[in-house]
């Protein structure tokens, strides 16, 4: 380690710098709550965060060091002074579980070195009455104890447990930072880590699935053939399409933004005639073509249209009825 970074993490140097700098200065909040969506990084800059307050290397810029055994044990998940908030019931955490895991062991000081860190992911699904049980702790806190509270949804929250707590956002990466992670780290081909990073939206996490997944590049090539070939289908054509997807629910997602990505690129294109910076930049005989046949009004009407059936099916909107909609709705600013 050499101060700059935190173990695990791509990126959020202004914040591991804020935090850095809090642990430097002996001016850690009590409590901190850390947001994001999913896959963002939360638990793992949170974890990094409390490693370097725990860690026993005495230059505070080589904190965490990754070799003392306070780093160790923390990494491991065994040490006495870090404890992870957990919950059975998969849907909230329970005032029960507030009170056992937090309320009752929080009076009791540090095993070793000065500090007692608690985190708390999703956060969110604390009922009303778990939080005030934690309230009660927020507002007088032992001195040792900081906290670390992470959230997809913070607005969930109390307004007093939010006032409470010093608010850490993570934001959507870059997707050149996304692209060189996937590159380096993952060891994926740069054309196939372009469109990664660029379906993963700024978000490590979800790029790390997508590599991992045996299915990632038929759904890619399955999004790129309805691009292809959906102003020709006929209606029968597109049931059997809409069928087909819809019976593949965990992959309906997925399908739709690569689609909106390729559409993106047109569009692009269409305005540029720059290919040095599509995403598909081993489709140009595609997207030449299309935004030859599609015009400006045509590729915003089927932008729209995927993003209106992104929407439809979050809202538990029948998946074959939203897919047709969507695929006639292409077919027809195709043809426009």
């Given at each position: 380690?050499?101060?700059?970074?935190?173990p695990?993490?791509?990126g959020?140097?202004?914040?591991?710098g804020?935090?850095?700098?809090a642990?430097?200065?002996?001016?850690v909040?009590?409590?901190?709550?850390?947001?994001?969506?999913?896959?963002c990084?939360?638990?793992?800059?949170s974890k990094?965060?409390?490693?370097?307050?725990?860690c026993?290397?005495?230059?505070?810029?080589n904190?965490p060091?990754?070799k003392?055994?306070?780093?160790?044990?923390?990494?491991?998940?065994?040490?006495?002074?870090?404890?992870?908030?957990?919950h059975e019931?998969?849907?909230?955490?329970?005032?029960?579980?507030?009170?056992?895991q937090?309320r009752?062991t929080?009076?009791?000081?540090p095993?070793?070195?000065?500090?007692k860190?608690?985190?708390?992911p999703?956060?969110?699904k604390?009922?009303?009455?778990?939080q005030n049980?934690?309230?009660?702790?927020l507002?007088?806190?032992?001195?040792?104890?900081?906290?670390?509270l992470l959230?997809?949804?913070?607005?969930?929250?109390?307004?007093?447990i939010?006032?409470?707590?010093?608010?850490i956002?993570?934001?959507p990466?870059?997707?050149?930072?996304?692209?060189?992670?996937?590159?380096e780290?993952?060891?994926i081909p740069d054309?196939?880590a372009k469109?990664?990073?660029?379906?993963?939206q700024?978000?490590i996490g979800?790029a790390?699935?997508?590599?991992?997944?045996?299915?990632?590049?038929?759904?890619r090539?399955?999004a790129?053939?309805?691009?292809?070939?959906?102003g020709?289908?006929?209606a029968?054509?597109?049931?059997?399409?809409?069928?087909t997807?819809?019976?593949?629910?965990?992959?309906?997602?997925?399908?739709?933004?690569?689609?909106l990505?390729?559409?993106?690129?047109?569009?692009y294109?269409k305005?540029?005639?720059?290919?040095?910076r599509?995403?598909?930049s081993?489709e140009t005989?595609?997207?030449?073509?299309?935004?030859?046949s599609i015009?400006y009004t045509?590729?915003?009407?089927?932008?729209?249209?995927?993003?209106?059936?992104?929407?439809r099916?979050?809202a538990n909107?029948s998946a074959?009825?939203?897919?047709?909609?969507l695929?006639?709705?292409?077919?027809?600013?195709s043809?426009?």
């Amino acid at each position: 380690m050499t101060g700059t970074g935190f173990p695990g993490i791509t990126g959020c140097g202004e914040i591991i710098g804020q935090l850095r700098k809090a642990g430097e200065n002996g001016r850690v909040s009590h409590a901190y709550l850390i947001t994001g969506e999913e896959g963002c990084g939360k638990r793992t800059l949170s974890k990094a965060f409390a490693m370097m307050l725990l860690c026993e290397e005495t230059d505070p810029e080589n904190r965490p060091c990754m070799k003392c055994s306070s780093c160790l044990r923390a990494d491991a998940g065994n040490h006495p002074d870090l404890i992870f908030v957990t919950h059975e019931n998969p849907r909230i955490i329970s005032v029960g579980d507030i009170r056992s895991q937090v309320r009752d062991t929080v009076d009791i000081r540090p095993y070793e070195g000065g500090k007692k860190i608690y985190i708390l992911p999703e956060a969110e699904k604390m009922t009303v009455q778990a939080q005030n049980a934690l309230l009660k702790t927020l507002e007088e806190p032992p001195e040792y104890v900081v906290f670390l509270l992470l959230s997809t949804n913070p607005d969930i929250l109390l307004t007093t447990i939010r006032s409470r707590c010093l608010r850490i956002s993570m934001s959507p990466l870059p997707d050149s930072v996304v692209e060189q992670y996937v590159r380096e780290e993952l060891k994926i081909p740069d054309y196939e880590a372009k469109v990664i990073a660029a379906y993963a939206q700024g978000n490590i996490g979800r790029a790390k699935k997508a590599a991992g997944e045996e299915n990632f590049a038929e759904i890619r090539d399955r999004a790129l053939a309805l691009v292809k070939g959906i102003g020709r289908m006929n209606a029968a054509a597109i049931r059997e399409i809409v069928k087909t997807v819809a019976e593949q629910k965990n992959d309906i997602g997925k399908l739709l933004d690569i689609m909106l990505i390729c559409y993106r690129d047109i569009l692009y294109y269409k305005a540029a005639a720059d290919i040095d910076r599509l995403v598909f930049s081993n489709e140009t005989g595609l997207i030449r073509e299309k935004a030859a046949s599609i015009s400006y009004t045509g590729l915003t009407d089927i932008i729209e249209a995927i993003e209106k059936c992104g929407t439809r099916l979050r809202a538990n909107v029948s998946a074959e009825l939203s897919l047709e909609l969507l695929l006639y709705a292409i077919r027809e600013n195709s043809n426009a």
